[in-house]
C-alpha cells in the first residue's frame, strides 16, 4: 500500500488481541486494514497474551499517554511447581518444586499481601531499559540483567478458581504493573515457584464492560462490507476521556484555542485537566485549569476523517 492510499482517520479502536502476536504486530494488521495513516497502542500485551488492546489511530495517539495510565484488569493463571527463564509459559523451565497443601483460605490471605502500592521487580525479560538497551535484549544475549524495583498500584486481588497445580486470579492494577511478576513472586512466596500460563486482558479503564473486535472479524468486514465499515467502528476521542470535565467553547473561543491564545477559564473551572469542546461535541484540545486559565496541553490538529 502506497503512502498515498493512506487516510488521516481519527479514533479509538478496542482490538480483541490474538494469541501469538506482539501488539505491534496486532497494532500494524490493523492498521493497513483500516489504511490509517497513523496508529499507536495503549500499553502491549506479550504474544502469549489475548484481550483489549486499544488502538488509536489519528489524532488520537495523543491519547496514548493518557489510556497508559489508566487501570486494567486481568484473567491470569498462574502454574505452580515450574520457574521459568521468562516468568510465563514462553520461557524454558528453570526449576521444578512439588507443591505444598493449599487451600482457598491460606491463597486468599497472601494475595491480599499484593493489594495496595506494592514494590515490584520486573521481570528481566521485558521492554523496560536500562543502559539504553531494552531488558529482554540485554538477557538475551547472556549478560547478567536485575531489573531495578518500583512502586505499583493493585487495586483488587482475588482468587477464581484452584484446579491441581493452576490457580486463575483477577487482578484489578494500575500503570507498570507486570502480572508475570506477581506469578513468579506468588510462587516464591508459596515455596514452589511458578509461573505465567495464560493471561487475559478483560479491560482497560474507560472502556469498562465495552465491546471488543477481533482480528478475523475486521477481516471478514473489510471483504464484505468495504474499509468504511471498519471505519465506522472507531470510537471518538471523546469516548476515552468519560471522566474528564468537559468545557464548550463558543465558535470565538474555539479558534481562539485552535490559534494557541490564551483563554480564561469559567468561575466554576476547578484547578486540573480538562477536555475543551466545540459547539458540536468535538473534542478540540486537552487542558489543565491552571490560574485561572485554559491550558491546553494538547490540541487535536482535524484533518478530513476518512479520505
Not at 484473567?75 to 515450574?82: D, E, K, P, T
Not at 525479560?125 to 538475551?140: C, E, F, N, T, V
Not at 547472556?142 to 487482578?171: F, I, K, W, Y
Not at 490560574?291 to 490538529?301: A, L, P, T
Request: aromatic share 6%; proline share 6%.
Amino acid at each position: 500500500m502506497s503512502v498515498a492510499e493512506f487516510h488521516p482517520i481519527h479514533g479509538v479502536l478496542l482490538l480483541d488481541k490474538p494469541l501469538g502476536l506482539s501488539s505491534s504486530q496486532a497494532l500494524q494488521r490493523v492498521r493497513r486494514m483500516l489504511a490509517a495513516a497513523k496508529g499507536g497502542h495503549t500499553g502491549a500485551l506479550d504474544p502469549c497474551a489475548t484481550g483489549m488492546l486499544p488502538l488509536c489511530f489519528g489524532e488520537a495517539t495523543k491519547l496514548a499517554g493518557v489510556l497508559l495510565g489508566e487501570r486494567k484488569v486481568y484473567h491470569a493463571v498462574c502454574r505452580l511447581g515450574q520457574v521459568t527463564s521468562t516468568d510465563d509459559v514462553e520461557g524454558v523451565v528453570i526449576r521444578e518444586c512439588p507443591l505444598p497443601s493449599l487451600n482457598d483460605a491460606s491463597i486468599d490471605a497472601l494475595l491480599q499481601e499484593f493489594v495496595g502500592r506494592i514494590s515490584q521487580v520486573p521481570p528481566i525479560y521485558s521492554a523496560l531499559k536500562q543502559q539504553g538497551q531494552p531488558l529482554y535484549r540485554r538477557a538475551r544475549r547472556g549478560e547478567a540483567v536485575r531489573a531495578p524495583q518500583r512502586q505499583v498500584e493493585v487495586h483488587a486481588l482475588r482468587l477464581l478458581q484452584r484446579h491441581e497445580d493452576r490457580l486463575t486470579l483477577e487482578v484489578e492494577c494500575g500503570a507498570g504493573f507486570y502480572v508475570r511478576a506477581l506469578a513468579r513472586d506468588l510462587g516464591e512466596r508459596l515455596g514452589c515457584g511458578a509461573h505465567l500460563a495464560a493471561l487475559r486482558r478483560l479491560w482497560v479503564a474507560p472502556f469498562q464492560g465495552q465491546s471488543m473486535i477481533g482480528l478475523d472479524t475486521l477481516e471478514q468486514m473489510l471483504l464484505r462490507d468495504g474499509r468504511e465499515a471498519l471505519w465506522a467502528r472507531l470510537r471518538p476521542i471523546e469516548d476515552a476521556m468519560p471522566h474528564w470535565p468537559h468545557w464548550t467553547l463558543s465558535a470565538a473561543d474555539s479558534l481562539a484555542i485552535s490559534h494557541g491564545r490564551a483563554l480564561a477559564a469559567p468561575a466554576a473551572a476547578r484547578p486540573g485537566p480538562c477536555l475543551l469542546m466545540d459547539a458540536g461535541g468535538r473534542a478540540l484540545a486537552m487542558a489543565e485549569v491552571l490560574e485561572g486559565q485554559f491550558k491546553v496541553s494538547r490540541g487535536f490538529h482535524w484533518g478530513q476523517d476518512t479520505g
